[in-house]
């Protein structure tokens, strides 16, 4: 083989090996995507799911409360073979939201159970019936954090507006009359509330006439419309006794010398000049001679 075959075949050979690594990546790269378009549908497929099995529990206690003689037939049983699925796979997803979706599963198959048996026995609906309402409003609850906030926990979402709820409800087919003598998208509201999420605006105190007919001090009332004052450690109200006791005590010295006559510095200088004046006139006949003398001597040179 002479020297141009060999870098031939050798540059042939480095091109396949490039075209045969490009090429599994490729394949790499494309599963990958697979792969996680997959989870992402699955994670999907879980709110689908639940909702479609909300909406037929919302139906299904709807038409027991207007048919007095429904039987237990009504009541489907609850099925979700996309959670089992991502149960079982390995998606990288909050397991934790998982975990809340299961639960909320168990009680909505708990109540539909405590419905079928009052039924098959032609007992009172009343509580059962607000027992299978109540587990209702936690699966559209824990469905609204799982869908908007990816199931974290409802005091980690931040701040919402409770419009947002309310509209994301209105999205979803949740109707504010689907329970007889209940509103429902307010009980949801006010159940993610209660779960720690902070919903704006928060619910009104009082009234119109209540709160600006009333009279209140907000140091002494602890229920407030606005906040209450915080209150004050020991360490400022001893320096709020000291102060009042020093406004106190120069009060009292104003009080005290206010008859007393303002002295200006013209006059403090015209008293002063009178006493030295007082003093020299008080000095001794002795201590005048010797003044004298000292005064002759001081012309005087030393012999």
């Not at 031939?8 to 790269?29: C, K």
């Not at 919402?160 to 509201?189: C, I, Q, T, Y």
């Not at 007082?278 to 002795?286: I, R, S, T, V, W």
């Amino acid at each position: 083989m002479s020297e141009a075959q060999f870098y031939t075949f050798f540059t042939g050979g480095l091109g396949l090996l490039i075209a045969a690594a490009l090429m599994i990546a490729w394949q790499l790269w494309r599963l990958r995507d697979e792969e996680r378009d997959g989870a992402i549908s699955a994670l999907d497929g879980i709110s689908h799911e639940m909702r479609i099995n909300l909406q037929r529990m919302a139906n299904e206690v709807a038409q027991i409360v207007d048919t007095q003689e429904a039987g237990p037939d009504v009541l489907l049983p609850v099925q979700h073979p996309q959670l089992d699925g991502v149960n079982a796979s390995l998606i990288k997803t909050n397991r934790n939201a998982i975990a809340v979706i299961g639960a909320t599963y168990q009680e909505l198959e708990a109540r539909k159970m405590a419905l079928r048996a009052v039924l098959a026995q032609k007992r009172d609906l009343s509580a059962t019936l607000d027992d299978a309402m109540d587990a209702t409003i936690n699966g559209i609850a824990t469905l609204y954090m799982w869908e908007e906030h990816a199931g974290v926990r409802p005091s980690e979402a931040g701040t919402v507006r409770s419009w947002h709820v309310r509209d994301w409800m209105k999205a979803h087919g949740f109707s504010a009359n689907s329970f007889p003598g209940m509103h429902l998208r307010d009980e949801v509201v006010e159940r993610l509330r209660q779960y720690g999420l902070h919903l704006t605006p928060r619910p009104l105190t009082h009234t119109a006439h209540e709160y600006y007919s009333m009279q209140y001090d907000r140091k002494a009332d602890p229920h407030a419309p606005f906040w209450k004052r915080k209150p004050k450690t020991e360490e400022v109200m001893a320096v709020a006794a000291a102060d009042e006791a020093a406004e106190y005590i120069d009060e009292d010295f104003e009080d005290t010398h206010e008859g007393e006559a303002d002295i200006t510095p013209s006059e403090n200088v015209d008293a002063a000049l009178a006493e030295i004046e007082a003093m020299d006139d008080d000095l001794p006949e002795d201590d005048e001679a010797y003044a004298e003398e000292d005064s002759d001597e001081a012309g005087r040179l030393p012999n």
